[in-house]
């Protein structure tokens, strides 16, 4: 063979493809593809002769076909699949060649699997692919983690297909090992929270508003040329927009109100729990997916009270600015939450991780592209010890002008019975973070009388624990050993 490519991609599914064309199609790249299954192979080639792929048909025809340092992206399943591949490769593989898992993969398995080839002299890079089968074949937000080293070399190739924002490529080596894995995953967690804000923020319009969903549609095409400019907002008007060709009626209407879920989101909470990092919008729009899943209980429910209040609307234009505002800031909460659990994650394990990167090249690419990533970047750029995007001065600002409204919005919602607890988890976690005191005194105490867990004092130094007895007259405090 004479020509060897500099790239491969293994795995051939839509995203997979997707990303050989891609990288085809730029400058400087050639392209060996492999399948298990060589019919897929041979479509792919049939399908697209402008991309000049080198195509393999054995795993060892693969290997032969690039150039060293042999660099080659998984496009599997994530699992057990993903680790049968691994093998293959690396069973082939010189000191110095590269593997790419380009997956989904849970970032502890990304972890594992770094060890296991690092050990056999190899580079492994656990890189989070964003945007979809359009993002992957048009240009995605990458983000890689992995050795310096293997950045060198993959770098460049990356940067050649990832989505360019203002400029700059979506792409930038996120840290070590499974880094890259760890904030693909928030990235995720956080697309859950900003799609449940934005769903609660239609169900209040629709409910309590009585706007139509074509007329919901064009407040969010309004909302989408402010500050709210994103993917998110964009495709969510023009769903609206959309009528069901069969019945006529609105396609929301028609569609099943059960939110489907991949696991990431999960994958989010459990890990922020483990780090001991709130992230309870995150977690919120989670329980809600779980809830608008559970069909048994929801069918059989009996006629539970409710208790509702009417929400009295006397003017609706300043009630869809109260509902923006609300989403904004519960949204600010959101990145807020997320962007912490990146900062535990890069303590926990050692990463080195540029939070202002990480949101330049979620600007474009990525599902939660975004306007305002430029101010969480700025942000970062400013302070990289920034204690909590909350503190920097825009987004107190956005806070500040917005949390009368964020108020208003999740008090009538509560007492109107409409449900919002995206809305109203945010806005509990930042009243909990302003507050001078929380009654975690009190569960203190409670953890201290029932098994000792003792506690720490306002007025002194040290660790103490209280030797409660209902039948003395004094209770006796004493500097614990624990």
């Known amino acids: 063979?004479?020509?060897?490519?500099?790239?491969?991609?293994?795995?051939?599914?839509?995203?997979?493809?997707?990303?050989?064309?891609?990288?085809?199609?730029?400058?400087?790249?050639?392209?060996?593809?492999?399948?298990r299954s060589v019919e897929r192979t041979n479509l792919l080639v049939a399908e697209h002769p402008e991309a000049n792929f080198i195509a393999a048909e054995t795993i060892d025809d693969f290997v032969a076909s690039l150039q060293k340092p042999r660099t080659a992206i998984i496009m599997v399943q994530a699992g057990a699949g993903t680790d049968a591949v691994i093998n293959q490769l690396a069973e082939?593989?010189?000191?110095?060649?590269?593997?790419?898992?380009?997956?989904?993969?849970?970032?502890?398995?990304?972890?594992?699997?770094?060890?296991?080839?690092?050990?056999?002299?190899l580079h492994f890079v656990g890189a989070g692919?964003?945007?979809?089968?359009?993002?992957a074949l048009k240009g995605p937000s990458i983000m890689p983690g992995g050795s310096a080293e293997s950045y060198k070399t993959l770098g460049p190739i990356l940067s050649s297909i990832a989505a360019i924002a203002e400029g700059e490529p979506c792409v930038t080596h996120v840290g070590t090992d499974g880094a890259g894995h760890f904030v693909k995953m928030i990235h995720n967690g956080i697309e859950y929270a900003d799609m449940q804000l934005i769903a609660e923020a239609y169900d209040i319009l629709r409910q309590a508003g009585s706007f139509s969903p074509s007329e919901i549609a064009d407040i969010f095409s309004e909302w989408n040329k402010g500050e709210l400019e994103s993917y998110l907002i964009e495709i969510t008007a023009e769903v609206l927009k959309q009528v069901d060709a069969k019945t006529g009626k609105p396609f929301?209407?028609?569609?099943?109100?059960?939110a489907g879920s991949k696991g990431t989101g999960v994958w989010t909470v459990q890990t922020a729990l483990?780090?001991?990092t709130p992230v309870s919008g995150i977690a919120e729009a989670v329980f809600a997916r779980s809830l608008s899943s559970q069909?048994?209980?929801?069918?059989?429910?009996?006629?539970?009270?409710?208790?509702?209040?009417?929400?009295?609307?006397?003017?609706?234009?300043?009630?869809?600015?109260?509902?923006?505002k609300a989403l904004y800031a519960s949204k600010i909460v959101a990145y807020a939450q997320g962007f912490d659990a990146i900062r535990?994650?890069?303590?926990?394990?050692?990463?080195?991780?540029?939070?202002?990167?990480?949101?330049?090249?979620?600007?474009?690419?990525?599902?939660?592209?975004?306007?305002?990533?430029?101010?969480?970047?700025?942000?970062?750029?400013?302070?990289?010890?920034?204690?909590?995007l909350l503190f920097d001065e825009y987004f107190q600002k956005a806070i500040d002008s917005s949390v009368s409204s964020w108020r208003s919005v999740v008090a009538h919602s509560s007492l109107a019975g409409i449900p919002n607890p995206a809305f109203a988890s945010s806005l509990s976690y930042f009243?909990?973070?302003r507050a001078e005191r929380l009654p975690a005194a009190l569960v203190q105490g409670q953890r201290d009388f029932f098994g000792a867990h003792t506690y720490k004092r306002v007025d002194l130094d040290g660790v103490f624990h209280t030797l409660w007895s209902g039948d003395r007259s004094e209770i006796e405090t004493t500097p614990s050993s624990h």
Request: charged share 25%; with cysteine.
């Open 252 to 258: 929301v209407d028609i569609v099943l109100d059960q």
């Open 295 to 324: 069909a048994a209980q929801r069918n059989g429910a009996p006629q539970l009270a409710t208790g509702t209040t009417a929400w009295k609307i006397e003017d609706k234009k300043a009630f869809v600015e109260d509902v923006r």
């Open 431 to 433: 009243d909990g973070l």
């Open 92 to 121: 082939r593989f010189e000191e110095g060649d590269i593997i790419v898992d380009g997956g989904n993969a849970l970032f502890t398995d990304t972890l594992r699997r770094e060890k296991e080839v690092s050990a056999k002299g």
């Open 344 to 388: 535990a994650g890069a303590k926990e394990y050692n990463w080195n991780i540029n939070l202002g990167n990480v949101a330049k090249i979620w600007r474009g690419g990525c599902i939660i592209r975004a306007q305002f990533l430029n101010r969480i970047s700025d942000a970062y750029g400013k302070n990289e010890n920034l204690l909590s």
């Open 1 to 35: 063979m004479s020509e060897k490519a500099n790239i491969g991609v293994v795995g051939l599914a839509v995203m997979g493809s997707n990303l050989a064309r891609n990288l085809a199609s730029r400058e400087g790249n050639k392209v060996a593809v492999y399948n």
């Open 274 to 276: 483990n780090l001991g």
């Open 129 to 135: 692919i964003s945007g979809g089968e359009e993002g």
